[in-house]
């Protein structure tokens, strides 16, 4: 295989393409040069991706959008946009695509544990599909201008290189930036010791399916979330009919009662006898409780669930994703002209996350003790909180 040097090459700034007979029988021959070069580029396009490589082409920048899926795909979530999320997508001019996807506005949640239920108004919330939300976004992305690929696996150096591998080609880039929004079952940082995952494990796993019926138990005009000891389970209408259902459970009643079993022993103990299909197709992801050595470092910068989580209870992963994503371009702009500002990116992410963190802990904490969070729920029936309990449950400012 020749390869050959572009006019204009500039080693820590070009592509370098591996095509795979370089690779046969180990030995790896030249590799072909190709011309394009990226100034960032994007690893993963759940909603931090994609509204950062949205943010980041519109801005002038090339962008590469790299994603491991095949897109559409469907992805593990309740589905449940907050208004912080929806306010910031509007702002990040993803407003249109958003709508695209006739998001069904949800209006109540509907807290169940034991035998006490209350439903509290809940101003703004969207139920939206994943998968359609997210191909939205990456029309969207690639509409300001961004390059994507799908089925492409992507590798972050220790050298902050980006390796890609797709269609049998393998690529190494050296862009300005490199934004990790990969998510909790994200790979591209195996090599990087210094971004290793500190995960409870104890905590929850996550489960979701999309239903064509109501899952039992679910009330049409908003979400419902049953809370038990061995975890809690949510449902919402989609647009389209479906429903979507999502569960975090104890990973001990996962082992002993299978995900069905565990689903409905939730569902049992706050008064629910029927059961979700067989059929249903269950999917799931790990731990979800963790958080990153760090959020940034060199030209990296981590964003989403790629940046730590804490539990889905209160609806609001795709817009601590969504924020950080939108407010990428200082930073880019800094890292451009050399500064470090892993400092900065990590700690202006610790204060917009830091109440919320703290609520949806609390409130998890509380899920855990069915009696105690029973008790909550008829008092808050009763007391004129119900307002006030709502509000802080919506998040609808960043
Ligand atoms: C059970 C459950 C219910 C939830 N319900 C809600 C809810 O109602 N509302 C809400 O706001 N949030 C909810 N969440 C949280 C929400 O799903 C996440 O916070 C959100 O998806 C995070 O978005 P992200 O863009 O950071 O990552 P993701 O959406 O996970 O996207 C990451 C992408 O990166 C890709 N990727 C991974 N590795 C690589 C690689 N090496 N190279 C290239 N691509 C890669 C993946 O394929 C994926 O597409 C829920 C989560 C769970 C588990």
Not at 83 to 88: L, T, V
Not at 97 to 113: E, K, R, V
Not at 234 to 250: E, I, K, N, Q, T
Request: proline content about 6%; glycine content about 10%; aromatic content about 6%.
């Amino acid at each position: 295989m020749p390869w050959q040097l572009v006019p204009d090459w500039n080693p820590d700034r070009c592509i370098v393409v591996f095509p795979e007979e370089c690779f046969s029988n180990g030995v790896r021959s030249m590799p072909e040069v190709v011309s394009q070069r990226f100034d960032a580029v994007v690893i993963g396009a759940g909603p931090a991706g994609t509204v950062a490589a949205t943010v980041l082409a519109r801005s002038g920048r090339r962008t590469l959008l790299a994603e491991r899926s095949t897109f559409p795909r469907t992805k593990v979530c309740g589905g449940c946009l907050a208004p912080a999320g929806i306010a910031s997508l509007r702002d990040a001019g993803l407003g249109d695509a958003l709508d695209s996807i006739d998001p069904l506005p949800l209006d109540a949640l509907h807290l169940h544990a034991r035998r006490a239920t209350a439903s509290y108004p809940i101003k703004q919330y969207l139920s939206i599909e994943r998968g359609r939300m997210d191909q939205a976004f990456v029309e969207a992305a690639t509409d300001a201008g961004a390059t994507f690929i799908s089925e492409c696996r992507a590798r972050v150096g220790v050298d902050d290189s980006v390796s890609l591998e797709y269609a049998g080609r393998q690529e190494c880039h050296r862009p300005d930036l490199v934004v990790v929004a990969d998510g909790l079952s994200g790979s591209s940082l195996a090599e990087r010791d210094d971004f290793g995952w500190d995960i409870d494990q104890t905590s929850p796993m996550g489960l979701g399916a999309i239903l064509r019926d109501p899952p039992p138990g679910t009330t049409s005009d908003g979400i419902t979330m049953r809370c038990g000891v061995e975890g809690y389970v949510g449902s919402s209408r989609l647009s389209d009919g479906r429903w979507v259902v999502a569960a975090a459970l104890s990973p001990e009643a996962i082992r002993n009662h299978g995900v069905q079993g565990a689903v409905h022993s939730v569902l049992r103990e706050t008064g629910v006898d029927g059961k979700c299909a067989p059929s249903t197709r269950w999917k799931a992801v790990g731990h979800l409780t963790r958080r990153r050595m760090r959020r940034a470092a060199g030209r990296v910068l981590l964003v989403g669930d790629a940046a730590g989580y804490v539990e889905p209870l209160t609806g609001e992963g795709m817009s601590w994703g969504i924020c950080r994503a939108a407010d990428v371009l200082p930073y880019a702009e800094a890292i451009g002209r050399g500064d470090d500002v892993s400092a900065q990116w990590s700690s202006a992410a610790e204060r917009m996350l830091r109440s919320r963190r703290v609520i949806c802990r609390t409130v998890c904490g509380m899920a855990r003790r069915p009696r105690l969070l029973e008790f909550g729920l008829r008092l808050s029936s009763r007391l004129p909180f119900t307002g006030w309990a709502s509000q802080q449950l919506c998040w609808s400012h960043s």
